[in-house]
């Protein structure tokens, strides 16, 4: 089980090295993310994107553009299409978003005849290790799926699930978020929450534990299972958290990067491939860290 950053580059360095493709990858932070991995041999990109502007940019950070595999295409929309016909085709093993937007790449993942489609729900995912807590917290879905009803919600918890073996977890707790642990049918996410604890044999199957609605303090903190009296096997000790809707998750895990200085990677699941995702604003460790994620996944799934 890896239960924080260090311990996944590790792994990751012990692994095959897993080939990257890389679409529109004339971004600065990305580019140092893929030259450090590339250093640490965690893998073999492939860079999709304007040559001329990849180029200088490896120019202004004495980056050897010669190490490198680069494929010309200046076009945004097309970069997309090229990085993920190089995973389609097996030719590279994972993907990653350069400079562009979400909305562009996934675009060309989901074509139906030339993207990565497969029967799964895209949904995104987020690891983040913080001081206050002893291992990874893996967070979905504030990424993606908007206002997911109670399919999508098993379909997200079931990617989220992958990632969390892949990273070696055997036994794994997952806490879907609500306000409070009482079923309300006023309150459509404790509804939901109820919903998905009761497909016990489901879970079990994938030796998981899911507990819901449970409010978030009781997910990660066995304090406040005891002051409250909460008796759940998962109380306090969560790997997932399952939120109701996309702005918990993206509130929640914003507050994770910059209120509590944690750390943090993403992955986008449900295609054939991990695709490596992270916001424009994110630093070039949490790309890194991203693409460690995406590589170990890639290998395990």
């Avoid at 250093?39 to 950070?61: A, F, H, R, T, W």
């Avoid at 790449?105 to 913080?130: F, P």
Wanted: glycine fraction near 6%.
């Amino acid at each position: 089980m890896i239960k924080n950053f260090n311990e996944l580059l590790s792994e990751v360095k012990r692994n095959k090295t897993m080939r990257l493709a890389v679409a529109a990858a004339q971004d600065k932070d990305v580019l140092e993310a893929v030259n450090s991995a590339m250093d640490m041999k965690l893998i073999e990109p492939i860079l999709v994107g304007d040559e001329v502007v990849i180029k200088n940019i490896m120019s202004d950070m004495n980056i050897s553009a010669d190490d490198f595999k680069i494929i010309n295409e200046p076009d945004l929309i097309q970069s997309a299409k090229t990085a993920v016909s190089l995973v389609r085709e097996g030719k590279a093993d994972f993907l990653m978003k350069g400079l562009l937007q979400t909305a562009d790449i996934m675009r060309a993942v989901l074509d139906k005849e030339n993207g990565l489609r497969t029967d799964s729900l895209i949904s995104h995912v987020m690891v983040y290790q913080t001081a206050s807590y002893p291992k990874l917290i893996y967070l979905t879905d504030g990424g993606i799926n908007i206002a997911p009803d109670l399919e999508q919600k098993v379909k997200i918890l079931e990617n989220a699930i992958l990632v969390c073996k892949a990273m070696g977890l055997d036994r794994i707790y997952t806490a879907v978020l609500a306000g409070a642990e009482t079923v309300n049918p006023k309150i459509p996410a404790t509804v939901d929450a109820n919903a998905l604890t009761n497909m016990k044999d489901k879970w079990d199957a994938m030796n998981t534990v899911v507990e819901g609605p449970v409010a978030l303090d009781l997910a990660i903190s066995k304090q406040a299972c005891e002051h409250k009296a909460y008796k759940g096997e998962g109380g306090g000790k969560a790997d997932i958290l399952l939120v109701p809707y996309y702005e918990v998750g993206n509130a929640l895990g914003k507050s994770l990067t910059y209120f509590a200085d944690s750390k943090s990677a993403g992955v986008i699941m449900g295609a054939k491939t991990p695709i490596v995702l992270t916001s424009r604003a994110d630093t070039s460790e949490t790309k890194l860290l991203s693409i460690a994620l995406g590589s170990i996944i890639a290998k395990n799934i």
